[in-house]
């Protein structure tokens, strides 16, 4: 037995759809805005800063203690100073112009392998991991660099090499022999996480330049033979493995971290425990400002702060390939594609591993874990992207029509360049010399003139009216030509 609605129902039920209607109907137009990418972009790349700087001064205050530091804020000091040189890098991407960017990746690239080799030889050793060059207390890691000096260049290899990409060779030389040095600098370190990282850049750079499925299956293939190979030759990276698959066997020992980080997301449930008032920093959880620091917040905040996170790197994912999409330029497109994926991957291996559902290989959680390089580098990738949602063709022409806008006002913006194609160059000679024949050609053809435009001046003569005293003219010589006199005929 259905109930029926009564008229007030009915008004309510209306009133609720137009209300509905009506909100999406102004998110559709503020989407629609020259400038919503631009915005979304500096939403997301805030929220992050502000969480991150949060979370690392919750977490690294026992950090600071136990370092033989006198002030609990000894690491979040150091994060903070890194930020603000993250922010002036930032300021730096959104200025530059992105075609100065695409001319120096060549040199920037060569510049990275000469310090992934000089690493190797004067580097500092931390954690197992000869990766770091420390100046007092500054330290900085070259493969942060090394991952975006890659998507500029590779972006710019593919670009040029478009027309030829469906060929192998064209396709995988020289990006894929200059990724596998990368990695086998990278790997001489050794640094696992690095080497993962720059494998999600190799296969985003590939998979925009519209590489076939086949060749990923191929690549999918040999990685998984690659990680078996590695994994039995090095007895920590076989103990991570096993540790995975196991981490009872080992719960106070090599199996702590997995284990910790999973009872410190099952103590916060879905409101956490409050900022500042979670036991996995008291030296339950190593390194919990940085590579775990997703399950500090699952502690501190609870489900609700780990969906904020999951929903700002899930925004981030939207608005990077929605700028992508709406770019004309095809380096802006795989550059701004390629570092979406680079974050939002980076992010998930990072989240992956905490929750148990990859092994640990110790990836940061971009723009929240605790670090130096990493923090400058992702927010430099940020200004990029930030710069690439600028040149979208209704930016531009919003941006140079009414002026440059709050933010850009406040950020001192130049107008972004307009979308020039380039131009196809003309062969100086031609590829094939006409053949010598024996006739010889006409002058016309000679002089440069087609028989099509022969044609065509032929016919526009016939179509002009001629004078009467100039047909009269033509009656008369045709008929002296056409009937010969008397006396000539009589000879014939």
């Known amino acids: 037995m259905t109930a029926t609605l009564t008229p007030e129902d009915r008004k309510r039920a209306r009133a609720e759809r137009r209300k509905r209607t009506s909100l999406f109907t102004l998110l559709t137009a503020w989407l629609g805005r020259p400038l919503a990418s631009f915005h979304l972009v500096l939403a997301v790349f805030g929220l992050l800063t502000v969480l991150g700087l949060v979370m690392v001064l919750s977490a690294s205050s026992v950090v600071s203690l136990d370092s033989g530091s006198s002030s609990v804020y000894t690491v979040f000091k150091k994060q903070l100073l890194f930020v603000v040189i993250g922010a002036i890098a930032f300021w730096i991407a959104v200025r530059m112009p992105l075609r100065l960017m695409r001319q120096f990746a060549a040199p920037a690239l060569a510049a990275c392998f000469g310090l992934l080799v000089l690493v190797l030889l004067v580097g500092k050793t931390i954690n197992g991991t000869t990766s770091w060059f420390v100046v007092g207390p500054v330290s900085f890691q070259p493969i942060e660099v090394a991952k975006l000096a890659l998507v500029l260049w590779g972006a710019h290899v593919l670009v040029q090499k478009k027309a030829l990409l469906h060929q192998y060779r064209h396709l995988l030389v020289p990006l894929v022999p200059v990724a596998l040095l990368m990695f086998a600098l990278v790997m001489m370190q050794p640094d696992l996480g690095g080497t993962v990282t720059l494998i999600v850049v190799l296969f985003a750079l590939l998979w925009f330049a519209g590489a076939p499925m086949r060749l990923f299956g191929a690549a999918a293939i040999g990685g998984v033979a690659g990680v078996v190979v590695l994994s039995l030759n090095e007895a920590y990276r076989l103990d991570r493995v096993l540790t995975f698959l196991n981490p009872e066997a080992d719960p106070t020992g090599k199996g702590l971290q997995a284990l910790q980080a999973k009872f410190a997301l099952a103590d916060g449930g879905l409101f956490g425990k409050g900022l500042g008032q979670g036991q996995s920093k008291w030296e339950y959880l190593p390194n919990v400002h940085n590579d775990f ?67 640990v290989t110790g990836i940061t959680l971009p723009m929240i874990s605790a670090g130096g390089s990493s923090i400058v580098v992702t927010m430099f990738v940020f200004g990029i992207l930030a710069n690439c949602a600028r040149h979208e063709p209704e930016s531009v022409a919003a941006l140079r029509s009414q002026g440059p806008g709050r933010f850009g006002r406040l950020m001192k913006l130049p107008a972004p360049d307009v979308y020039n194609p380039p131009q196809k160059r003309k062969p100086s000679r031609p590829s094939t010399p006409p053949r010598a024949t024996g006739r010889r050609e006409p002058a016309s053809r000679r002089a440069g003139t087609s028989e099509r435009q022969l044609h065509e001046r032929r016919r526009t003569r016939r179509s002009v009216p001629v004078p009467e005293h100039r047909r009269e003219h033509r009656r008369s010589a045709r008929g002296r030509a056409g009937h010969p006199r008397a006396d000539e005929g009589g000879r014939h």
């Open 293 to 359: 620091i997703f399950a500090l917040i699952g502690e501190e905040l609870g489900f609700l702060g780990c969906a904020l996170v999951l929903g700002l790197f899930a925004m981030l994912a939207v608005v990077g390939l929605r700028i992508a999409a709406r770019n004309i330029d095809p380096w802006i497109r795989m550059v701004a594609a390629t570092l979406t994926v680079w974050l939002v991957g980076q992010a998930a291996i990072n989240i992956a591993y905490v929750v148990g559902l990859l092994p």
